[in-house]
């Protein structure tokens, strides 16, 4: 059974950071893109962050440009969110995907997603 598995959300003041953790078991995903999502409440599911199968390719948002980062880990099966300079804005359930093309991942239409974790940026 695929599953992936977010950590290391929390609540943090403005201008502080938080590490987003997503563990992807059940299958190989050497060669699955994967990326970041998040909803704020009321408001719709956006994208926020994508790395391709290899980890040579990185994509952001333009409203987290600069301040995030997404990585993988070396066996591939981890992606990362190192969210710096936390904005009360950035405050959402964010969530993780994955799939073999790093379209699907950023357009939405992965195989796969997490249950999410909460981050909340107080001002």
């Known amino acids: 059974q695929v599953q992936l598995v977010e950590s290391g959300g929390g609540l943090v003041q403005a201008g502080g950071s938080l590490r987003l953790s997503c563990a992807a078991s059940?299958?190989?995903?050497?060669?699955?893109?994967m990326g970041w999502f998040r909803q704020a409440p009321g408001k719709e599911r956006e994208f926020v962050a994508a790395?391709?199968?290899?980890?040579?390719?990185?994509f952001y948002a333009d409203s987290v440009k600069g301040r995030f980062t997404i990585s993988r880990g070396k066996a591939k099966n981890t992606a990362y969110l190192q969210m710096n300079n936390l904005k009360p804005e950035d405050t959402a359930i964010y969530y993780c995907?994955?799939?073999?093309?790093?379209?699907?991942?950023?357009?939405?239409?992965?195989?796969?997603w997490g249950q999410g974790a909460q981050v909340t940026v107080s001002s």
């Open positions: 059940g299958r190989t995903f050497g060669d699955y893109a």
């Open positions: 790395i391709s199968w290899s980890g040579g390719s990185t």
């Open positions: 995907n994955a799939d073999p093309s790093t379209s699907a991942t950023r357009d939405g239409r992965p195989d796969y």
